[in-house]
């Protein structure tokens, strides 16, 4: 069971961070806008929507990933002096009550909205029209691929329950732990 969590975390931040090379794609293309704006005096009228639909499939396509990585916001400030099992039975609670329904609407009226776009080929409203409905199949994809962590996170909570313990995951990058860095500082200044 470890092992298949853990695959779904390497899937999860293995997508994350594929499509989190679309900010050096988004980079570009607004430098080639502003440049071709203010320098060349010729304004692309398809950019913004380019741009918008770029910085939505790098929002939708990091949740997961997030997810994956316990990086979504929560109330710390409590949550953090409760013993591993009563974190885990607020979790499976939340997860349960909140999560799952939405995020099955999600990807529920996500494929809808989908169909519908790619039935009429749908297109934005500009002189230079593009293509929306794939766009709008991020979202189905966005909400299965963040609904497959959201079952693995409960898996986990059960586990915590049974065990005392969260079960291990995936690492990546970590956030700067203030206590470590003031231990570092420390240990530096004693050996001098």
């Known amino acids: 069971m470890k092992q298949l969590l853990l695959a779904v975390d390497r899937l999860s931040t293995w997508i994350g961070q594929a499509f989190a090379w679309l900010i050096v794609a988004l980079t570009l293309l607004i430098s080639w806008e502003v440049f071709s704006r203010y320098l060349l005096n010729a304004p692309h009228d398809w950019n913004l929507d380019a741009q918008l639909m770029g910085y939505g499939t790098l929002f939708m396509m990091a949740g997961a990933y997030t997810l994956a990585k316990s990086g979504h916001v929560r109330g710390d400030v409590l949550y953090g002096f409760f013993q591993p099992r009563t974190q885990a ?34 297109s934005t409203f500009s002189a230079t029209p593009l293509p929306v409905y794939p766009f709008k199949a991020v979202i189905p994809l966005a909400g299965g691929l963040l609904l497959l962590q959201g079952l693995v996170e409960i898996v986990r909570c059960v586990q915590c329950l049974q065990a005392g313990e969260w079960p291990s995951r995936e690492q990546d990058v970590e956030e700067v732990d203030v206590d470590k860095l003031k231990q570092m500082v420390h240990a530096d200044g004693a050996a001098r």
């Open 89 to 122: 039975a607020i979790d499976l609670a939340l997860y349960l009550l909140f999560f799952l329904p939405g995020i099955v609407a999600l990807t529920w009226a996500g494929w809808t909205f989908f169909q519908d776009a790619l039935a009429i080929r749908e």
